[in-house]
């Protein structure tokens, strides 16, 4: 058994070396940061600690978005005062908790299923890159998508674990990476409610505790009150100064609640509708085609099997034992869906401006970063049993395929078009289908005709087909 870990524990390391030298390769090709104010928001609680005063360059000092890489970035603004070799170290925290998925990967594959080396090294490397997310970025997203993955890690662990004492320990762990999650950024609010559910889950069909639940109960309330008070303060004394004004702080819980009544009192008329379909569709056609279409299966096959726990559990009948990689994959799923609901309420008002207003479509049209670090952990449920008797149905197949299609369809006849006729050039915000597209064009000078989006849905149709 300690050969078996080993070797899993080489393998991983090895995939996780081969994706972090890869990003460094590719941050060396970005001097300085870009994104603002997402970067300079993630860095910026370690900056002050650090002694650096960053009033100046704040310029959104309005935008809370989250201080997860507070330790990396408090010792990289500490010891190194070269801005732009500094840039290159907080690009490799990204780049190290990014490929932590790679690492988790393969650990599962190999210590829970037994998969090959060879293979586990090829899911860990698939999986890391399958994930959305800007290539070279000190934002959020790196640490909700390590943490993500972390908090499965140990969910998987923990039901396997019959030892007391680590039972206790991982429990703890699982609250403390819950909680630490809502540091990264206020949509990690979601995984609170979905780890609840797959714990309550767990539990209806099998009968046992996945979680010490003293402990857990324990962990969890004074990492949040202790979380919650860190973002409290980071928000009054960094972001902006609460003390002078009323407004609600982008980015918080208020403003997501704030943001949702306001939207909801016009989802219902004739442009909110509309508006609701766009932002659906796209998000939809977009993660079919950036996930080659494994990830709408994965959906439908993740689904099936939590309805049909369902209709067993109502009509009193024996519940046909699932495999525990089930429960972080539905994790995901509902993830997936529940974030793609919510931000086609939440960014509703930009979705209706492109019909009213004329305007270009926002990034929330095809916002595949805002739920992507879900994707990942599908992708491994999907590759680790990709052979198996019965994964495969025939219907799901065509009904994926028709899912892309028809959302492919609305979106070009409702926004696509109509933007293209007006001149607008950036519909597609974040190049998602770039690579798929064979427009060999620049982020920067994108050529958005029909054949772009075309190319890359055919292209990721037939390549769903010949996995």
């Not at 650096?52 to 990396?72: E, I, Q």
């Not at 079919?288 to 709408?296: A, E, K, Q, Y």
């Not at 597609?428 to 620049?442: L, R």
């Amino acid at each position: 058994m300690g050969k078996k870990i080993n070797q899993s524990t080489l393998i991983g390391l090895f995939s996780f070396i081969s994706i972090f030298v890869f990003q460094i390769i590719l941050n060396t090709n970005i001097p300085c940061m870009r994104s603002l104010p997402d970067e300079i928001g993630a860095v910026a609680l370690g900056a002050k600690f650090a002694g650096l005063d960053w009033s100046y360059v704040l310029v959104h000092p309005a935008y809370y978005y989250g201080s997860a890489s507070f330790p990396f970035a408090y010792l990289v603004f500490k010891l190194i005062h070269d801005p732009m070799i500094q840039y290159q170290f907080l690009l490799a925290v990204a780049a190290l908790v990014r490929s932590v998925s790679a690492f988790v990967a393969v650990k599962i594959s190999m210590d829970f299923y037994q998969v090959s080396a060879c293979n586990a090294f090829i899911y860990g490397v698939i999986c890391t890159l399958i994930t959305p997310t800007r290539a070279c970025n000190i934002d959020n997203e790196p640490f909700l998508i390590c943490i993500c993955w972390v908090m499965l890690y140990f969910f998987m662990i923990l039901c396997k674990e019959e030892n007391t004492l680590k039972k206790k320990w991982y429990s703890f762990w699982l609250a403390f990476f819950l909680v630490y999650a809502q540091f990264a950024h206020t949509r990690a609010f979601l995984f609170i409610v979905l780890l609840l559910f797959i714990l309550v889950l767990y539990y209806a069909t099998t009968n046992k505790k996945v979680v010490d639940v003293p402990v857990f109960i324990i962990s969890f309330g004074a990492c949040y009150w202790i979380c919650k008070r860190a973002i409290s303060w980071c928000t009054l004394n960094i972001f902006t100064d609460q003390s002078n004004t009323t407004e609600i702080i982008p980015n918080t819980v208020n403003s997501l609640i704030y943001n949702t009544i306001e939207n909801i009192k016009i989802v219902f008329s004739i442009e909110g509708i509309n508006g609701f379909l766009d932002l659906l569709f796209s998000n939809l056609w977009i993660s079919g085609v950036f996930g080659f279409g494994i990830i709408i299966y994965s959906l439908f096959v993740v689904y099936k099997k939590f309805f049909s726990i369902v209709k067993s559990k109502m009509l009193h009948r024996k519940i046909l034992a699932e495999d525990d990689l089930f429960y972080p994959a539905l994790f995901c799923a509902a993830g997936i869906l529940a974030t793609v609901a919510a931000l086609s309420i939440t960014w509703l008002s930009t979705a209706i401006a492109v019909h009213i207003e004329g305007i270009a479509p926002s990034r929330a049209h095809f916002y595949l970063r805002y739920y992507g670090c879900y994707f990942g952990i599908l992708a491994l449920y999907f590759l680790i049993h990709h052979y198996d008797e019965g994964f495969y149905i025939i219907k799901y197949i065509f009904i994926t395929i028709i899912v892309i299609k028809l959302s492919a369809s609305y979106c070009i006849f409702s926004f696509i078009n109509p933007a293209q006729l007006s001149g607008h050039k950036n519909i597609d915000w974040f190049g998602y289908f770039a690579p798929f597209s064979f427009s060999g064009s620049s982020w920067s000078d994108p050529h958005h005709d029909i054949g772009y989006f075309f190319r890359a849905t055919v292209l990721s149709i037939i390549l769903f087909l010949l996995s």
